[in-house]
């Protein structure tokens, strides 16, 4: 495998397991930079490349992982089917609904695998909420509700800017979107929507969307990056309500409680702690040893792209103004 840029997502979760797994051998981390290229291949073992494009001309390469700034994901996604490599394209595969078909068709044209990397979907926590639901713990979902918070970030870095495909809803808002289809299925209607615009940097800071399955559920979601830290979801049914309170980024030690409320009884389960860096991992490298050829998950991430510009075009949009710390 090789990586097209040194973001910090990639120094701090996923190159250090391409280079422990047994399935992958890191080859070779690309940057514009020079000394930012060396400085990631000493770290991590492997051959430090400047430039993107001089990365895809290896032939000792099978596949790339992608952790650029969105606004770029479509380009060298792209670049990297056309030269013959099988991608894993962090979140989200593109800004734009057309862009994500495109890369679609791209992939299947070259029989080549494309993963958008939702990491989260690859904790065995989900598996076993969706086990309680087909048990009936809670009875029939009657509402699901999710948000991802996080504070202020860097505000040099791609987020605030919006010809990288800053903002919000790209940056947590995907996770609750992702969620929701998890449980309640491809065919959501995004019912209404809010979003706070910093009016310096153009981007969307936080927002809100509500959305209604197909049967009538509805789907109540929040997030942001000016918030204190909060990363959970919920489903509340007519016997009671299961919360996961660290849905999309916990830590591979941690054993994750689920929490169970019922009339006249809370429960909390302590999970078996994961590795969902790992896991996406693996499940990429299985699909290309496995030589299927096209998009995983094609359905799933078109109806995500969608959702997101249907919350843009649906949503009511305010001015951010900070408050006091």
């Keep these: 495998m090789g990586v097209l840029g040194c973001a910090d997502i990639a120094l701090r979760r996923m190159l250090p397991v391409l280079v422990e797994e047994a399935g992958t051998e890191l080859v070779a981390v690309a940057s514009r930079d020079a000394r930012k290229a060396a400085q990631t291949a000493r770290s991590f073992g492997c051959d430090g490349t400047v430039g993107y494009d001089t990365l895809l001309r290896r032939d000792d ?34 800004t734009s609904y057309a862009d994500t078909l495109d890369l679609m068709k791209r992939a299947h044209e070259h029989g080549l695998v494309l993963a958008e990397n939702f ?67 491809n065919e959501l209607e995004v019912l209404g929507a809010t979003l706070r615009i910093d009016e310096r940097t153009e981007v969307d800071i936080a927002g809100t969307a509500l959305l209604s399955a197909a049967d009538g559920t509805a789907a109540h979601l929040a997030f942001g990056f000016d918030h204190a830290y909060r990363s959970h979801y919920a489903l509340w049914g007519r016997a009671g309500r299961i919360t996961v309170e660290r849905a999309f980024t916990p830590p591979e030690q941690l054993r994750p409680p689920v929490l169970i409320h019922q009339q006249d009884r809370h429960t909390e389960l302590t999970l078996t702690a994961d590795h969902q860096v790992r896991g996406a991992v693996r499940a990429f490298t299985a699909a290309v040893r496995s030589g299927v050829e096209g998009p995983l998950h094609e359905e799933t991430t078109l109806r995500q792209a969608q959702l997101v510009e249907e919350v843009r075009l649906r949503a009511r949009r305010f001015p951010h103004r900070p408050g006091r710390a």
């Design 61 to 94: 390469i099978d596949a790339v992982y992608i952790p650029l700034p969105p606004a770029l994901h479509h380009h060298w996604v792209t670049e990297a089917l056309a030269a013959g490599k099988h991608v894993l394209c962090e979140k989200p595969l593109s």
């Design 119 to 185: 990491m989260f979907l690859h904790h065995s926590q989900h598996a076993e909420v969706q086990r309680l639901l087909d048990d009936g713990v809670v009875g029939r979902v009657q509402v699901f509700s999710s948000s991802f918070g996080v504070p202020p970030l860097d505000p040099a870095g791609f987020r605030y800017r919006p010809e990288l495909g800053g903002g919000a809803l790209l940056d947590t808002g995907v996770y609750p979107l992702r969620a929701a289809q998890l449980y309640l299925g």
